[in-house]
């Protein structure tokens, strides 16, 4: 069982990009296996899925979110990075990441709260 | 794409058995065996219930199965304990390289 622990800034001026970190403390980040995804809770309503990516760069997007959602890795820190730009208060959430491999979403980390305001 | 449907609360007694349903379209729920649940208690990280519409990982309670019907997907506690007491969400592969959640429902143990 993978570890994961989100962090980044818990405050967002809108219109700023929010990026938030993914530490992944133990498995192997380039593990074929495994892909990484975004997913987050808004106040009083449910999870939504953000995107997800593979180590190759094979890159999967919520429709309502792409093309201000950008994934990266850092396989030399063992991270993996989410990058949402143009936030509004709408964006304001809790933030998880998670391993998603065969249509599961197996391992989560605890989130991180990020407030939009200015 | 939008949320699949599931009912805003449920509720239970312990000892009794509660069902959870995940109504979505044969686009995703209807169209692939890709159904999973989550338990999360607020605060904490959600937590893996069932994969593939009734596999339950290993550690997860048989308390908890899972079963399908067209585009329709449940969840069923039985023996309901105080600890069951959280939110539960359904995900569902949606085709086209995505996928989505249910909206969330609320199980109280009274």
């Known amino acids: 069982q993978l570890q994961l622990q989100e962090s980044g800034p818990g405050l967002v001026r809108p219109s700023e990009t929010l990026s938030l970190t993914c530490t992944v403390s133990?498995?192997?980040?380039?593990?074929?296996?495994?892909?990484w995804a975004w997913i987050r809770q808004s106040p009083g309503k449910g999870l939504q899925w953000i995107g997800t990516?593979?180590?190759?760069?094979?890159?999967f997007y919520n429709p309502a979110l792409k093309g201000r959602v950008t994934l990266s890795i850092d396989t030399s820190n063992s991270q993996f990075s989410l990058k949402l730009s143009a936030v509004t208060a709408a964006d304001t959430a809790v933030y998880y990441c998670a391993t998603h491999y065969d249509h599961i979403l197996h391992d989560w980390g605890q989130g991180t709260l990020v407030t939009v305001s200015a | 794409q939008s949320a699949l449907t599931q009912p805003r609360s449920v509720s239970g007694s312990p000892g009794q058995s509660v069902t959870i349903s995940c109504t979505g379209t044969?686009?995703?729920?209807?169209?692939?065996?890709?159904v999973s649940w989550y338990q999360h208690h607020p605060g904490k990280a959600p937590k893996l219930l069932i994969s593939?519409?009734?596999k339950r990982p290993s550690g997860v309670s048989d308390r908890f199965s899972g079963s399908k019907s067209a585009d329709t997907a449940s969840l069923t506690i039985s023996g309901l304990q105080a600890e069951d007491e959280a939110d539960y969400y359904c995900w569902s592969f949606a085709g086209s390289d995505t996928w989505v959640f249910g909206g969330g429902t609320k199980l109280t143990v009274l």
């Open positions: 593939d519409v009734t």
């Open positions: 133990t498995g192997s980040i380039t593990n074929s296996r495994y892909f």
């Open positions: 044969n686009s995703d729920v209807g169209g692939y065996n890709f």
């Open positions: 990516f593979h180590s190759r760069g094979t890159t």
